[in-house]
């Protein structure tokens, strides 16, 4: 996992400079800004590993009904780079083991650094991709608890790596962004996992100098 995070800075230090480099030939304006983001969670799954007792406890959902709440602080050129810092929350209220039943009910907070780039322009429609890695901080079986559940039901932390294709609408002063994408999230950590994957919908807005 630090090779992970290693790869990583290396992309973006690379990005930096890259970017810098570009800037000297010819100038272009940096857009600072902010984001609110709502995400529908596909599928999920979280594995518990316990400390006091060395079980383990699995959770998972398909189809959440409620979405998942987020913000985010960015900053780029927006024609060439992002890079943006990314925090949320779900919340699934039907996420249980049907295998060993223990409790229901999960809760994430998600806390990303991502950097996005086009792949593809047609207007002010784009195609962009993103990579990202940070933590994520994870409890199951919130509720409805059997007396074999694990007994630790705090939280745990998972180091995770996310990957996203964005469609986005990109508007003419480029100080308004709205895109949909498909992401995946994976973590881990000592035993412990963490998956999410589904739809997220964004809309950024910036001012640049």
């Given at each position: 996992m630090k090779k992970s995070i290693y790869i990583f800075l290396l992309i973006i230090i690379?990005?930096?400079?890259?970017a810098q480099q570009n800037n000297t030939r010819?100038?272009?304006?940096?857009?600072?800004?902010?984001?609110?983001?709502?995400?529908?969670?596909?599928?999920?799954?979280?594995?518990?590993?316990?400390k006091t007792n060395q079980s383990v406890s699995r959770s998972g959902q398909v189809l959440?009904?409620?979405?998942?709440?987020?913000?985010?602080?960015?900053?780029?050129?927006?024609?060439?780079?992002?890079l943006s810092v990314e925090g949320g929350v779900n919340y699934l209220p039907f996420a249980l083991n049907i295998n060993q039943y223990s409790g229901m009910g999960s809760l994430s907070f998600p806390?990303?650094?991502?950097?996005?780039?086009?792949?593809?322009?047609?207007?002010?429609?784009?195609?962009?991709?993103h990579i990202?890695?940070?933590a994520q901080f994870n409890r199951?079986?919130?509720?409805?608890?059997?007396?074999?559940?694990?007994?630790?039901?705090?939280?745990?932390?998972?180091?995770?790596g996310e990957l996203g294709i964005h469609v986005a609408a990109v508007g003419f002063l480029r100080r308004q962004i709205r895109d949909i994408e498909y992401f995946i999230r994976v973590g881990g950590y000592e035993n412990s996992i963490s998956i999410n994957t589904g739809i997220r919908l964004s809309f950024w807005k910036g001012t640049g100098k």
């Open positions: 690379s990005g930096t400079v890259y010819e100038q272009r304006k940096l857009y600072f800004g902010y984001g609110i983001i709502i995400n529908y969670n596909l599928y999920s799954w979280y594995q518990n590993k316990s959440n009904i409620l979405p998942g709440l987020g913000l985010n602080l960015w900053c780029g050129d927006i024609k060439h780079w992002i806390l990303i650094a991502k950097i996005h780039f086009p792949v593809a322009k047609q207007k002010s429609l784009w195609a962009m991709l990202g890695i940070g199951t079986d919130l509720y409805d608890r059997r007396n074999n559940s694990v007994q630790n039901n705090s939280f745990f932390t998972t180091i995770a």
